[in-house]
Structures are given as structure tokens and as C-alpha cells.
């Protein structure tokens, strides 16, 4: 019995040293695993109220928008409406996007109890009108335990699926990989996006991959860059469709941090933007001076916004 025993207590010494070892392996994996979740750039980005991501201040309950072009009419410079311009969007008292009504095109945004978006759906308006066409969709989001989309299918108004989209998140490298597919599982492009620290994109680079059958035709490569201040405002844009830059944007901001103007060029055109606010600092109006490089010819339109607020 003695000698049993001698045998017995080495080996339980053994055992219980690598049970102990492998639980506190297993707390510092819960640790590094709690800090990574918590500081992880996408939380913060998940966090952020679409009422932050929209530029909105105050509890914005709705927006309502018309864009009117400025032109010569009888010999009389006047502001007309350009049909289907108008538009609105709607928020919850949590900041959410509840509705949007856009280019004739109505999206509903649908979350769960946790205030995750889910999904969302569209509905078909006037837009046939103007020479296009969507397909009302019906778009259907997975997340992971911490709110991440990780798979997004799209249906059309008949519950017939027409793709689906996958993403992929690296919290180390701040990068989030999105994967889109046809119904029929031929590759319909990539977009990589790449954040900083605060949860800001500073560059997004994309391959769009055209088919015949399960041929590959083509594929168009675009990329684009952005940089910011220290407070966290874009301070520069730049857009690459190919090999060639093509677009690059320049925001210009107050003493207030309200933007005040932005200065767009393209190959063929340069537009100013010039913002004016309310008191709190929301976009009130947005006039466009759009110059065409080759006829020196001018195109002027104007957006203005009006604002509803939860008291």
C-alpha cells in the first residue's frame, strides 16, 4: 500500500501542476481576449449611432432634402426642382436608421433586440422613371457574438436569393474583408477595407470580376485613400479606378469643426461644395458649382435640408 502510494503522489503532483498551468493559460487567453474585444477598432465602430456616422448633431428624428438646379429661365436666373431629388431619412431615439427614402428607392433598416441591424428591405418608387431600374431586395445580415456582419444575402422581391457577401475581420491588422457572390457562386467582387485606431477608413481597395457563364471576362480594380485630421475629420479623398488616380476631394472645416467647403476634382470637371449650418452645427444647404474642364460651361445645383428633432 505504502509503496503504491509512493508511486501514486509523483503522479498526481504532475497532474494537478498541468491543471493548474492550463487554467491559467486559459485566463490569459480570456484576458487577452476581453482586451482585444474591447479595444478592437470594430467595436468602436459598431458603437458609433448612425446619427455619428450620417454627420448628424442633436437627436435628428427626420431629415427632409430637395435638390433644385440653378438656372437662366425667361432670362431669369431661378432655382427649379429636379424631379425625384427630394428625399428624407428617419431615426430612432437611439439614433438608428429606421427609414430612407432616396433616389425613389424606400429602405427600411430592421434590428434586433439589441439594437443590431439585421437587415433591411427595399421597395421600388418612381425610379423606373428615370431610365433605371432596382430590383426591390430584401437583404438579411448575420453577426458574430459581437456584432460583427459576417454574411449578408440578398434576395429579390420574390424571395429568390441573388447573392450573398461574406466578411472577414483582422483585429490586428484594423482590416475587414468582404467576399461577394452570385447566386450561382461565381465571384462578384472584393473590397478590402483598412481602419486606423478610431475606427476611421483610410483606404478601401476593390476588384469587381465581370462573367460569362463561369468564364471570366474582365476584372475592374479600384482603390481609395483618405486622411484625417486630429480630431478626426477627412481632410483628403483620392479615388483610383485601374491605374489611374481620378477623383481627389479636399474638406475645409470652421472654427466651429463645421465643414465650410469641399473642393472636388476629376479629370474632366472641379465642383465646390459650399455648407451653410443651423446652430448646431447641421448642413442647412449644400450649393454645388460644377465647371466642366473643356466647355468652361457652369452647373449649379442646390440641396437644401430640413430637420426634425426628438425633444
Known amino acids: 500500500m505504502l509503496k503504491a502510494i509512493k508511486y501514486f503522489l509523483p503522479l498526481l503532483s504532475v497532474f494537478l501542476l498541468c491543471c493548474s498551468n492550463s487554467a491559467k493559460k486559459e485566463e490569459r487567453k480570456s484576458e487577452c481576449t476581453q482586451g482585444k474585444d474591447s479595444t478592437s477598432v470594430f467595436s468602436l465602430i459598431n458603437k458609433k449611432t448612425d446619427w455619428e456616422v450620417d454627420g448628424l448633431k442633436g437627436k435628428v428624428q427626420e431629415v427632409d432634402f430637395h435638390e433644385g438646379k440653378v438656372q437662366e429661365v425667361d432670362g431669369k436666373v431661378q432655382e427649379v426642382n429636379i424631379p425625384w431629388s427630394s428625399g428624407y431619412a428617419m431615426y430612432n431615439i437611439k439614433?438608428?436608421?429606421?427609414?430612407?427614402?432616396?433616389?425613389?428607392?424606400?429602405?427600411?433598416?430592421?434590428?434586433?433586440?439589441?439594437?443590431?441591424?439585421?437587415?433591411?428591405?427595399?421597395?421600388?418608387?418612381?425610379?423606373?422613371?428615370?431610365?433605371?431600374?432596382?430590383?426591390?431586395?430584401?437583404?438579411?445580415?448575420?453577426?458574430?457574438?459581437?456584432?460583427n456582419k459576417i454574411k449578408e444575402l440578398r434576395y429579390n422581391g420574390n424571395g429568390t436569393l441573388?447573392?450573398?457577401?461574406?466578411?472577414?475581420?483582422?483585429?490586428?491588422?484594423?482590416?475587414?474583408?468582404?467576399?461577394?457572390?452570385?447566386?450561382?457562386?461565381?465571384?462578384?467582387?472584393?473590397?478590402?477595407?483598412?481602419?486606423?485606431?478610431?475606427?476611421?477608413?483610410?483606404?478601401?481597395?476593390?476588384?469587381?470580376?465581370?462573367?460569362?457563364?463561369?468564364?471570366?471576362?474582365?476584372?475592374?480594380?479600384?482603390?481609395y485613400v483618405r486622411t484625417y485630421n486630429e480630431k478626426g475629420y477627412i481632410t483628403h479623398e483620392k479615388e483610383k479606378w485601374g491605374n489611374k488616380w481620378d477623383k481627389s476631394v479636399e474638406y475645409i472645416y470652421d472654427e466651429k469643426g463645421n465643414l465650410a467647403e469641399k473642393n472636388e476634382r476629376g479629370n474632366d470637371y472641379y465642383t465646390k461644395f459650399v455648407y451653410k449650418h443651423d446652430s448646431i452645427g447641421n448642413i442647412i444647404e449644400e450649393t454645388q458649382i460644377r465647371t466642366w474642364n473643356r466647355t468652361k460651361k457652369k452647373d449649379t445645383i442646390v440641396e437644401r435640408h430640413s430637420y426634425k428633432y426628438y425633444e
Open 95 to 147: 439614433g438608428k436608421r429606421i427609414k430612407q427614402y432616396k433616389d425613389g428607392v424606400l429602405t427600411s433598416y430592421l434590428y434586433d433586440e439589441e439594437g443590431n441591424c439585421i437587415g433591411s428591405t427595399n421597395t421600388i418608387s418612381e425610379c423606373e422613371e428615370r431610365g433605371y431600374f432596382y430590383v426591390p431586395t430584401k437583404r438579411v445580415f448575420k453577426l458574430d457574438e459581437r456584432g
Open 162 to 223: 441573388l447573392g450573398w457577401s461574406e466578411y472577414i475581420y483582422d483585429d490586428i491588422t484594423n482590416e475587414r474583408n468582404e467576399l461577394s457572390y452570385r447566386s450561382g457562386g461565381n465571384l462578384e467582387s472584393t473590397c478590402l477595407l483598412k481602419y486606423d485606431m478610431n475606427g476611421n477608413m483610410v483606404e478601401s481597395l476593390g476588384i469587381t470580376y465581370f462573367n460569362k457563364g463561369d468564364t471570366l471576362i474582365r476584372k475592374n480594380s479600384w482603390n
